[in-house]
């Protein structure tokens, strides 16, 4: 039985992509100043090629002025540096995104360590992590992923969770710490899950909010929903399956969204939900850095 309401993530980051356009009209007018954002990809890994699309195009709705830097796949380390010391020099440029995952021979850490954190606006940067961490959102700029998963749950509960468990499935530095950071700022008792968790199903029955963010398709069964709970998935799992005897390519989640929808209170479908929250979220720091630079 379905009773579950689904998130609309699309429907969502189309509402906030209007503000957002309208925000940049008015910076404009107001400064001179328009929005800035370089995408920097290295490589041709197809799924980097799509989100880097989807970002200019984004971009480029929202009135910002958009670059795009692709470099081959071969490029060296002191190459990668080099075009982010400019763009970290460059006033008509508010942020700077390196797409991961980059080549294997260069080095992750250091090439993103190396954008200022003024223009970070992944949050990947130690300063921006640590300042989310230690609640400043202020001045911080939050992952984009994690911050769009927020509004969402924001929109279902509220702004203060007080008194509700919030289980995430997932570790990473990009979406499951910073989710549990912000889940902690507002009043959520936080559990973070990962590979080595002990009877994951029944911690996962123990959340009224549950953050899927591990990239295995449909993991989370539907009786690990406890009821009412509301569910976030994070994945973009690419598989195939046969339709018709034919093979064919489809996009599913981290949860099993058909078995959950009957106990869940409110879902995120894959595609259509984060995904499009995590692209506007990089818009709406993009906005935010080029009014701080603005106001400097
Ligand atoms: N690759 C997958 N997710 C992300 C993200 O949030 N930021 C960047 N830069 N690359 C990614």
């Not at 100043?33 to 480029?60: F, H, W």
């Not at 959340?207 to 398709?217: E, H, K, N, T």
Request: charged fraction near 20%; hydrophobic fraction near 45%; include cysteine.
């Amino acid at each position: 039985m379905a009773n579950a309401s689904i998130i609309d993530g699309k429907a969502k980051a189309a509402e906030l992509s209007e503000e957002i356009s309208a925000k940049t009209s008015e910076l404009l007018e107001r400064t001179g100043v328009k929005p800035g954002l370089a995408v920097v990809i290295v490589g041709e890994d197809p799924a980097s090629q799509v989100y880097v699309r989807n970002k200019k195009r984004t971009a480029e709705a929202c009135g910002f002025h958009s670059v795009q830097h692709t470099l081959a796949e071969e490029s060296s380390q002191d190459a990668v540096l080099s075009l982010i010391n400019d763009l970290n020099n460059d006033a008509a440029i508010h942020g700077i995104l390196v797409q991961l995952p980059l080549p294997s021979h260069l080095d992750e850490l250091t090439i993103t360590q190396s954008i200022v954190p003024e223009k970070d606006v992944d949050g990947f940067h130690f300063k921006n992590i640590g300042m989310l961490t230690a609640g400043h959102l202020d001045g911080a700029f939050v992952p984009c992923t994690p911050a769009g998963c927020m509004l969402m749950i924001e929109d279902h509960l509220g702004k203060d969770l007080s008194g509700l468990n919030a289980v995430i499935i997932g570790r990473s530095n990009i979406v499951g710490k910073p989710m549990a950071s912000l889940l902690l700022k507002a009043n959520a008792t936080v559990t973070i899950c990962h590979s080595r968790t002990k009877n994951l199903p029944d911690v996962a029955r123990n959340a009224d909010i549950l953050v899927a963010a591990v990239g295995r398709p449909k993991m989370v069964g539907g009786d690990w929903v406890k009821p009412g709970a509301v569910v976030i998935d994070v994945g973009i799992n690419r598989i195939q399956v046969e339709v018709e005897g034919e093979t064919k390519n489809k996009l599913v989640g981290d949860v099993d969204f058909e078995a959950a929808l009957g106990n869940a209170g409110a879902i995120t479908p894959v595609p259509g939900g984060v995904g499009p929250m995590t692209i506007v979220m990089l818009m709406a720091n993009t906005l935010q850095s080029a009014e701080r630079a603005a106001a400097r």
